[in-house]
């Protein structure tokens, strides 16, 4: 159980360790012995700011462990993701970031080997409730893949393809969600004059801020993005940072990036993981600039990973 939310003036926010934990967190030097203890499959607490409890969580992640199979790959996760900023994964390959990601809309329920414990709130409701419409749930959240991923059709269907599977027949109505979606994602004035051409002609960065249009067309909750700019040239990952700033506030997105670089650009706060454990997560810049373990200090500054 996390400590209460309203105790401001603490600099960590921890639950009660199992009584198997290994504490390191203010052990001088102990970011190779806290590595290792988690390596060999010792339960260490996380180190969680009071800062990430400011803000009201959109996204409350509580106790929630993943296996595939005999193998477990997410450990006792809790953390909340606040409402209205951008929040960071970050972490070595293979440290379950994309894991949690896909489990916040449930994807990894196509894999027939998944077993979970633990829960999600989505704005105070249960994600993996027994009684929850995995596809109601779906539509209350966008997802932004690593490689874009846009339909073979026009970019005028591609936008509006969420409303489409609603039902909305309206032209009128249609019109006025791919407009304010291609605003939204930085693209209007760059295909107002194409939207019945394929979405395929458009270059990959348009193409994935298609599809981060046709994300925000149904007015998502959450927003998540699994590494976006992964495939594309510095000049369209400059455009997609950029609308990533221009879309905090109005939406939560909860990003996964292996560049340490755009994390500390576009995010509000960073939550570290490393082998499906949550290390450290606080504010982007108490993390980027005066983190509380040497791991993460470590980590961010390329010592590994």
Same mark, same amino acid.
């Given at each position: 159980? $996390?400590?209460?939310?309203?105790?401001?003036?603490?600099?960590?926010?921890?639950?009660?360790?199992?009584?198997?934990? +290994?504490?390191?967190?203010?052990?001088?030097?102990?970011?190779?012995?806290?590595?290792?203890?988690?390596?060999?499959?010792?339960?260490?607490? =996380?180190?969680?700011?009071? !800062?990430?409890?400011?803000?009201? =969580? +959109?996204?409350?992640?509580?106790?929630?462990?993943?296996?595939?199979?005999?193998?477990?790959?997410?450990?006792?996760?809790?953390?909340?993701?606040?409402?209205?900023?951008?929040?960071?994964?970050?972490?070595?390959?293979?440290?379950? %970031?994309?894991?949690?990601?896909?489990?916040?809309?449930?994807?990894?329920?196509?894999?027939?080997?998944?077993?979970?414990?633990?829960?999600?709130?989505?704005?105070?409701?249960?994600? *993996?409730?027994?009684? +929850?419409?995995?596809?109601? @749930?779906?539509?209350?959240?966008?997802?932004?893949?690593? %490689?874009?991923?846009?339909?073979?059709?026009?970019?005028?269907?591609? +936008?509006? *393809?969420?409303?489409?599977?609603?039902?909305?027949?309206?032209?009128?109505?249609?019109? &006025?969600?791919?407009?304010?979606?291609?605003? !939204?994602?930085?693209?209007?004035?760059?295909?107002?004059?194409?939207?019945?051409?394929?979405?395929?002609?458009?270059?990959?960065?348009?193409?994935?801020? @298609?599809?981060?249009?046709? =994300?925000?067309?149904?007015?998502? &909750?959450?927003?998540?993005?699994?590494?976006?700019?992964?495939? @594309?040239?510095?000049?369209?990952?400059? %455009?997609?940072?950029?609308?990533?700033?221009?879309?905090?506030? &109005?939406?939560?997105?909860?990003?996964?990036?292996?560049?340490?670089?755009?994390?500390?650009?576009?995010?509000?706060?960073?939550?570290?993981? *490393? @082998?499906?454990?949550?290390?450290?997560?606080?504010?982007?810049?108490?993390?980027?600039?005066?983190?509380?373990?040497?791991?993460?200090?470590? *980590?961010?500054?390329? $010592?590994?990973?």
């Amino acid at each position: 159980m $996390r400590e209460k939310r309203d105790m401001e003036t603490q600099s960590i926010v921890t639950r009660p360790s199992p009584p198997d934990a +290994v504490d390191l967190r203010r052990r001088p030097g102990s970011g190779e012995n806290r590595l290792a203890a988690i390596a060999a499959g010792a339960a260490v607490p =996380a180190d969680i700011h009071a !800062g990430v409890f400011a803000s009201p =969580a +959109v996204l409350d992640i509580e106790n929630f462990n993943l296996w595939y199979g005999q193998k477990q790959a997410l450990f006792d996760l809790t953390l909340p993701i606040p409402r209205g900023k951008v929040t960071a994964l970050i972490g070595p390959s293979g440290c379950g %970031k994309s894991t949690l990601l896909r489990s916040v809309n449930r994807l990894n329920d196509l894999i027939d080997s998944v077993r979970i414990e633990g829960d999600m709130r989505l704005n105070g409701d249960s994600i *993996y409730g027994r009684s +929850v419409d995995v596809i109601e @749930l779906r539509r209350r959240m966008g997802m932004v893949f690593q %490689k874009s991923n846009p339909f073979p059709m026009s970019i005028f269907e591609n +936008v509006v *393809y969420p409303l489409r599977i609603d039902g909305e027949r309206n032209r009128n109505v249609l019109q &006025e969600v791919c407009e304010r979606s291609l605003r !939204g994602a930085a693209l209007w004035d760059e295909v107002r004059d194409r939207l019945g051409e394929s979405a395929l002609g458009l270059s990959g960065g348009q193409q994935q801020r @298609l599809c981060i249009a046709r =994300a925000i067309a149904a007015e998502p &909750e959450v927003l998540l993005m699994d590494e976006p700019c992964s495939a @594309l040239d510095p000049i369209a990952t400059a %455009k997609i940072e950029e609308l990533i700033a221009a879309l905090r506030g &109005e939406y939560s997105i909860l990003i996964v990036t292996h560049n340490m670089q755009q994390a500390s650009r576009v995010s509000d706060d960073t939550a570290f993981m *490393y @082998l499906g454990r949550l290390i450290e997560y606080g504010p982007t810049v108490e993390i980027f600039t005066r983190p509380h373990l040497r791991e993460t200090e470590d *980590y961010i500054t390329g $010592r590994f990973g």
